[in-house]
């Protein structure tokens, strides 16, 4: 898979990357639902540690992370992580309407990682970087909406955990499973599914 991009046109959408952005963010949005249940019966055995459960919110994050590796162009991550907390909600999430605020803010924690990058890297370390900026947004929510008690060395550990977690799972897991996608074919008609590095 190559690691970078030239000549691509970064603003221009083409109708494929319409459709599997989209395809993205469904599929993703009734694994949050399965994952929503996971978490219900993981979060209060994880408790003892107050900031122990943040190593179950990399998979919130892998839509954003995934998208941008197979569009590679801005907004890609936005789209499918809104649309993946939208259809959730849809699905009955727990956490409510609250859910989609925080996949616009997951998405644009991603646009960040694949921004610093101008675009043009696509590879583990593109993947890893939008994963941790995905991992900070999320973090500067949890904190503040949910966590404002937790003392300094809790909102550090806290910080840590969810970075960590979205690096695994959002950015190695998602890195791994667009390489997958890409030798099955199933992504040749992007730049990820035409060469491979």
Same mark, same amino acid.
């Given at each position: 898979m190559p690691s970078t991009t030239t000549g691509v046109q970064l603003t221009r959408w083409r109708t494929v990357d319409i459709v599997v952005t989209a395809i993205l963010g469904v599929a993703f949005? &009734? &694994? !949050?639902? /399965?994952?929503?249940? !996971?978490?219900?019966? /993981?979060?209060? =055995? $994880?408790? !003892?540690i107050p900031a122990a459960f943040a190593v179950l919110n990399g998979v919130f994050l892998m839509p954003g992370v995934i998208a941008g590796l197979v569009i590679r162009k801005p907004g890609a991550a936005l789209f =499918? *992580?809104?649309?993946?907390?939208?259809?959730?909600?849809?699905?009955? *999430?727990? !956490?409510?309407?609250?859910?989609?605020?925080?996949? $616009?803010v997951q998405g644009l924690g991603a646009e960040i990682g694949f921004a610093l990058t101008r675009y043009r890297r696509f590879g583990l370390g593109a993947a890893l970087l939008a994963a941790a900026t995905a991992g900070l947004s999320?973090?500067?929510?949890? $904190?503040s909406l949910y966590y404002p008690e937790f003392s300094t060395g809790d909102r550090v550990a806290y910080g840590a955990l969810t970075v960590l977690s979205s690096a695994l799972l959002a950015g190695v897991g998602g890195w791994l499973l667009v390489r997958a996608l890409a030798a099955s074919g199933a992504l040749s008609s992007f730049p990820v599914g035409q060469r491979r590095v």
């Amino acid at each position: 898979m190559p690691s970078t991009t030239t000549g691509v046109q970064l603003t221009r959408w083409r109708t494929v990357d319409i459709v599997v952005t989209a395809i993205l963010g469904v599929a993703f949005g &009734v &694994v !949050f639902w /399965a994952w929503n249940l !996971f978490y219900g019966v /993981a979060q209060p =055995a $994880l408790t !003892f540690i107050p900031a122990a459960f943040a190593v179950l919110n990399g998979v919130f994050l892998m839509p954003g992370v995934i998208a941008g590796l197979v569009i590679r162009k801005p907004g890609a991550a936005l789209f =499918a *992580s809104t649309l993946a907390a939208t259809v959730s909600l849809l699905l009955g *999430s727990p !956490f409510g309407g609250i859910i989609v605020v925080y996949g $616009l803010v997951q998405g644009l924690g991603a646009e960040i990682g694949f921004a610093l990058t101008r675009y043009r890297r696509f590879g583990l370390g593109a993947a890893l970087l939008a994963a941790a900026t995905a991992g900070l947004s999320t973090t500067i929510m949890d $904190l503040s909406l949910y966590y404002p008690e937790f003392s300094t060395g809790d909102r550090v550990a806290y910080g840590a955990l969810t970075v960590l977690s979205s690096a695994l799972l959002a950015g190695v897991g998602g890195w791994l499973l667009v390489r997958a996608l890409a030798a099955s074919g199933a992504l040749s008609s992007f730049p990820v599914g035409q060469r491979r590095v």
